[in-house]
């Protein structure tokens, strides 16, 4: 274990943990668990107190514990490290959710929330008791549907994951897609720095964990598409570890990938390429349905997004200016172990309940852009009005129905 205080003496005791602080981010992910809290501070966040644990409690590349044992270790970790108050907030991988987009009758809200539920049970054909399962609205009513998001996971994992973070001085009240919780902090980062405003909120991420790739398109500042491409996106030190010759197929709700691997396979070559036809493949279809619109810029964000060469492939196939996020530059005097993606849905997460950034614009240097692949410079309204998705888990676990808390 090890974690960074912020130069005060660490605070414990009843005041100091039912002080107003924002709540404290615990991002499980596929090697460790990163804690982190933060405060605002105008251009920046201000980074409280954070610490990463090695290990995780579901299936991954790190040691394993249970419930009981990392919930020992969380414990240790807020008391010893000057985390504040009594809130947690969690995002688990996105390999532990199912997610799909359905186009549903106009409805209200309580009448969707029962068809998803139908129709979650019948398309991903899941035990409905045994599941948690959300939505979130991905737009207006248009031609008498509406796009909604489904997710579901399954209840042993919320129930792992709530005894982990439960104590008697804290408790978790939401649980988070580390995408949507990475998207946050992007889109937060993204207005703040952007001189543009319509790039700030016209764009795409890619979100690139171990194991899923979450492709999310924004529109007007709000979610207009998801997609999760299942794949081995790992660093390329681990994915060497894990190869066989025996080829890949990736699977994308476009349909499957299949990736053969010769003799002289470069070991990473064949990931991007891949994911940036798939890539092509969700643009091209968010064109069809909204009139000839692109996106203006594809961001590179996650835990595996290390390799430059990923944000490159991107762009030369999708022919929109890509490039790996820089998320670090939202918190201010980071702690040591507070570096690279593989934070970014933790800030995301820590930063829910604060003020947006201040504006900070950033010069980026002059490049000539590549030519939007549009079929004509056309908009159309609004296709989305939408929060980002979360599990309530206040005041305790118990049968939910919707993802709609928190925010972009």
């Not at 299936?59 to 394993?64: A, D, H, I, L, W």
């Not at 081995?232 to 053969?260: E, H, K, N, P, Y």
Request: with cysteine.
């Amino acid at each position: 274990m090890f974690g960074f205080r912020t130069g005060a003496k660490a605070r414990s005791g009843w005041f100091a943990r039912h002080v107003g602080a924002a709540p404290i981010a615990v991002d499980f992910g596929r090697s460790s668990v990163r804690l982190l809290q933060l405060a605002s501070a105008g251009t920046a966040y201000r980074c409280q107190a954070a610490a990463e644990i090695p290990g995780v409690i579901f299936e991954g590349n790190g040691p394993r514990f249970d419930s009981e044992a990392m919930s020992a270790r969380i414990r240790q970790t807020i008391a010893g490290l000057g985390f504040s108050g009594q809130r947690v907030s969690a995002t688990l991988p996105a390999e532990l959710f199912q997610v799909d987009v359905a186009r549903l009758p106009a409805m209200s809200d309580q009448e969707l929330a029962e068809s998803v539920r139908f129709e979650a049970i019948d398309r991903f054909g899941i035990d409905g008791n045994a599941s948690v399962i959300g939505h979130l609205r991905l737009g207006g009513t248009v031609g008498g549907g509406n796009e909604v998001l489904m997710m579901a996971l399954p209840r042993q994992v919320v129930d792992a994951a709530n005894r982990a973070l439960t104590s008697p001085d804290a408790g978790p009240f939401r649980i988070e897609h580390a995408s949507l919780a990475a998207l946050r902090a992007l889109t937060r980062q993204r207005n703040s720095e952007c001189a543009d405003p319509t790039e700030a909120r016209d764009y795409a991420m890619v979100h690139l964990e171990d194991r899923v790739a979450t492709l999310v398109v924004l529109r007007e500042g709000n979610v207009c598409f998801l997609r999760s491409i299942k794949g081995d996106w790992a660093s390329a030190g681990m994915t060497m570890m894990r190869r066989t010759r025996t080829g890949r197929t990736l699977s994308g709700s476009a349909g499957d990938i299949a990736v053969d691997e010769g003799e002289t396979d470069s070991g990473t070559a064949w990931r991007w390429v891949s994911l940036a036809e798939e890539t092509l493949r969700c643009l091209r279809q968010v064109e069809r349905g909204s009139g000839g619109w692109w996106p203006s810029e594809i961001a590179i964000t996650g835990p595996a997004a290390t390799d430059p060469e990923a944000a490159a492939t991107v762009e030369s196939v999708c022919g929109v200016r890509s490039s790996l996020a820089v998320p670090i530059r939202t918190v201010e005097q980071p702690e040591a172990c507070v570096h690279g993606n593989a934070w970014i849905a933790a800030i995301g997460a820590a930063c829910a309940e604060l003020p947006a950034l201040a504006r900070n614009v950033r010069e980026e240097p002059s490049a000539q852009a590549p030519a939007q692949r549009t079929r004509n410079g056309a908009r159309t309204g609004i296709r989305t009005a939408v929060r980002t998705g979360t599990i309530a888990l206040e005041p305790e676990p118990k049968p939910l129905a919707e993802l709609t808390k928190g925010g972009v």
